[in-house]
């Protein structure tokens, strides 16, 4: 197997930067961000840590055959909230330009020798020859070409309204993220007007970069990453449930107008935390100091 090229010093050149190294860096980059393990994907997609390992670390040794690592990939990236189908095109990409990957998944058609050819027999016509012989393979052709347009046809109408589904579905997500002016802070609520607020009115500020996953009643209101200096308001009937902060000490908390104590430092993860009516009472009972 030749070594790598010299150059023009007649110094060796470093072989050149595989696709599926940084396809794997970005995978592990972006479960850290949302603060996920690798066994916490391991347990609820039943792949084998292992193997979740050899995709960030592009140790094509460890996986098995491409077919099956793309299952993985699949599943990895559902489980981030990624677009599936562009991970695993971008998997092939990168699977593609790899030689490593090609001669592996090709060994045993390059070692195995070709099959002998075939002879056919020549057709002779005795008598009456059959009703598929007598029909004009220009029919035949046209036919298979017509079959072939209509299925082709159909899947692509399939795809059109597939991605307009997904497009439809990511339009609304955004607007749900969008970052709102900054309102003009309304005066303190009295005892008797904070006694009749019948719901729970919650403003996330981020100071520093951090991933959030915020539901509102039950329901999935946020799941995205907050910059520095974005803003968002969501309201609430009963309760509001952080099921995950990537960055507990970038994001500031106010509820119906109470400044909510941060759940953790700079750089940790918090999960299934919960903010309502009785912790709003609580933190009216027991102020806490503006710094």
Do not use: C
Not at 133 to 139: G, L, P
Not at 165 to 174: D, H, I, L, P, Y
Not at 266 to 278: A, I, T
Request: aromatic share 6%; glycine share 6%.
């Amino acid at each position: 197997m030749p070594g790598p090229m010299p150059d023009q010093d007649g110094q060796p050149q470093p072989p050149p930067h595989s696709e599926l190294a940084s396809f794997g860096e970005e995978l592990r980059r972006e479960r850290e961000i949302r603060g996920i393990s690798l066994k916490e994907i391991a347990d609820a997609t039943k792949i084998s840590k292992r193997f979740l390992d050899a995709i960030e670390r592009n140790d094509h040794r460890t996986l098995p055959a491409p077919v099956f690592t793309r299952g993985f990939v699949r599943e990895y990236a559902k489980y981030l909230g990624l677009n599936a189908d562009e991970m695993v095109n971008r998997y092939n990409y990168a699977a593609a330009g790899d030689d490593r990957i090609e001669k592996s998944a090709h060994l045993e058609r390059l070692v195995a020798p070709p099959p002998p050819p075939v002879k056919e027999k020549p057709f002779r016509v005795s008598g009456i020859p059959p009703w598929y012989a007598r029909i004009d393979r220009n029919v035949i052709v046209t036919a298979v070409i017509i079959a072939a347009l209509a299925v082709l046809g159909y899947w692509a109408v399939r795809h059109k309204r597939e991605t307009a589904a997904r497009e439809e579905a990511q339009t609304v997500t955004m607007t749900h993220a969008a970052v709102k002016p900054a309102a003009p802070v309304p005066p303190p609520a009295t005892t008797s007007s904070a006694a009749a607020d019948q719901s729970l009115h919650l403003v996330i500020e981020a100071s520093a970069r951090s991933w959030i996953v915020l539901e509102a009643d039950g329901k999935t209101v946020f799941n995205d990453e907050m910059r520095k200096g974005e803003r968002a308001t969501y309201d609430a009937k009963d309760r509001f449930v952080f099921r995950t902060i990537g960055n507990a000490g970038g994001i500031a908390l106010t509820l119906n107008d109470v400044s909510i104590p941060p759940f953790g430092g700079d750089g940790d993860v918090r999960h299934d935390k919960v903010l309502d009516r009785e912790l709003l009472a609580r933190e009216r009972a027991e102020p806490h100091p503006t710094p």
